[in-house]
């Protein structure tokens, strides 16, 4: 991979200043056209890099051997079997919920199930889930129609909440693909969507200028699908969030109904797993957004952990994975740590952000220190076919294939345009492990899609048509 002399002169100075744990440098992306040469990785040269890294952390005195991949104990399960209320939140919120009590693993009425007929979201077309697509304060409801068919996924061993897109022409030789979503959203967020005819877009935060699309454009589930994809998307259902904590403001209660990763880790993985166990002869890959980017790498994790600890029908997830693909996510920090959420609000809108860290001035946290181990040695399991979390001989030769997708920053480490993630909070630090790719300041979501428009940069990642085209190419590697 080239790099520009400004970038070269950034990546040696970065080098030079940061300390040895926590550094954010710049290790690959290109200029955010997805036409341009793509930067490449091979699981020799990564071999060669994990070794080499791991080399210069046992120099340094890192007792690499011995670093810990699991569960940070801050966030350990609080062994209690009622269920969340507004009441007992500051008990569970930010430790791993077990889903035998976790009031988010439920399927009561999903507005995609078509046989939900009497709830307060009952069926309609598929994609109106009373709130980001339905209700007007938010830009709906969305105008874009023959919205894609889907249904409750009912999979064997999975007792949560998905999505599964009707697909009648499976091509069983490609992956099961599955779709994370990131906070407040739903599955819909994979999906086409266009404003009501007149609906300005709120630019007041990225501050971006843009008619909304006047035609709905294709979104990555009606694309996979096309593609023959088989799709499931999970549902972290957000909209019990109000169910389980206080409510009344965004400073110090939960009024934007966040999830934080107890909530939402143990769904995903139950949800991987059982997809697993059920196609023993597939493979299957995931793709996040947001905060779904650190769920679908945690849920792989606390697998493998499980894995490593002989557990009943465990499975070592990094022999299956085909592909991790990740945009937006927060790998190293979150510009809401700097609004003080995470001192001052005990909500999972405050865990939240205590687990991502600060990305404009990032030290490792402890959700991020088993995830990612030292200077991100442990953040691409089996990228080389062999080695995972400090151990070699993991994978049965998998190979799997790490992507990143961000979009550039105004002026790198200094302006960021996407509201929540930078380049650097979002790329993984192993450029020979992992392809980090960076979209322009113009690859932006223009749909109007998640409140208007709110946050059109940071989803353009996935939802503009530079992202949609870089996850497609990405697939068919």
């Not at 710049?26 to 490449?40: A, F, L, M, S």
């Not at 919120?93 to 009497?118: F, Q």
């Not at 999979?155 to 099961?176: H, L, M, R, V």
């Not at 998998?398 to 380049?423: C, H, L, P, R, W």
Request: one cysteine or more; aromatic letters at 8%.
């Amino acid at each position: 991979m080239r790099m520009s002399k400004f970038s070269l002169r950034f990546y040696a100075t970065g080098l030079a200043a940061c300390a040895l744990l926590a550094c954010e440098k710049p290790n690959g992306g290109g200029n955010g056209n997805p036409d341009e040469e793509e930067q490449v990785v091979s699981p020799e040269q990564c071999r060669k890099q994990v070794a080499a890294r791991q080399d210069e952390l046992v120099a340094a005195g890192v007792d690499v051997a011995n670093w810990s991949f699991r569960d940070a104990p801050e966030m350990a399960d609080p062994g209690l079997t009622e269920r969340q209320t507004p009441a007992t939140y500051k008990l569970y919120d930010g430790k791993y919920r077990p889903l035998s009590n976790h009031p988010g693993c439920s399927i009561e009425n999903l507005y995609y199930d078509k046989a939900n007929t009497t709830g307060t979201t009952p069926y309609k077309d598929g994609n109106n889930d009373g709130k980001w697509t339905g209700a007007g304060v938010f830009g709906g409801p969305n105008r874009a129609a023959n919205h894609i068919d889907g249904d409750v996924a009912r999979i064997p061993g999975y007792p949560c909440a998905a999505k599964e897109y009707a697909q009648a022409n499976e091509d069983t030789s490609k992956p099961i693909v599955i779709l994370v979503h990131g906070n407040s959203t739903r599955p819909h967020s994979w999906e086409k969507f266009l404003l009501p005819l007149g609906s300005s877009i709120d630019s007041s935060v990225e501050k971006v200028q843009f008619s909304p699309d006047t035609e709905a454009r294709q979104q990555l589930a009606e694309a996979l699908i096309a593609e023959r994809f088989r799709v499931i998307a999970v549902d972290f259902r957000t909209d019990l969030i109000a169910t389980v904590d206080p409510t009344g403001n965004s400073g110090t209660e939960n009024a934007a109904g966040n999830i934080d990763h107890g909530w939402s880790t143990p769904i995903l993985q139950s949800l991987v797993k059982a997809v697993m166990l059920n196609n023993p002869d597939r493979k299957v890959a995931l793709i996040g957004h947001s905060l779904g980017v650190t769920v679908v790498r945690d849920a792989l994790r606390r697998l493998y952990v499980e894995h490593v600890d002989g557990k009943p029908e465990s499975v070592n997830p990094f022999t299956r994975v085909s592909h991790v693909i990740l945009g937006s996510g927060a790998n190293h920090g979150v510009s809401t740590y700097d609004s003080g959420l995470c001192t001052a609000n005990p909500t999972m809108r405050g865990t939240i952000v205590c687990e991502m860290g600060s990305r404009s001035n990032y030290t490792q946290t402890y959700f991020h220190k088993p995830l990612n181990g030292p200077r991100d040695l442990f953040a691409t399991p089996c990228a080389d076919g062999d080695y995972a979390f400090g151990k070699t001989g993991q994978c049965g030769g998998n190979v799997v294939k790490y992507y990143t997708i961000t979009m550039t920053d105004i002026a790198q480490g200094a302006n960021y345009q996407d509201f929540y993630v930078s380049e650097n909070a979002s790329r993984i630090d192993l450029s020979d492990c992992s392809v980090n790719k960076l979209t322009t300041l113009n690859d932006y979501d223009t749909s109007g899609y998640f409140n208007k428009g709110f946050i059109a940069n940071h989803f353009g990642s996935l939802r503009s048509a530079a992202g949609l085209k870089l996850v497609m190419g990405y697939l068919a590697k």
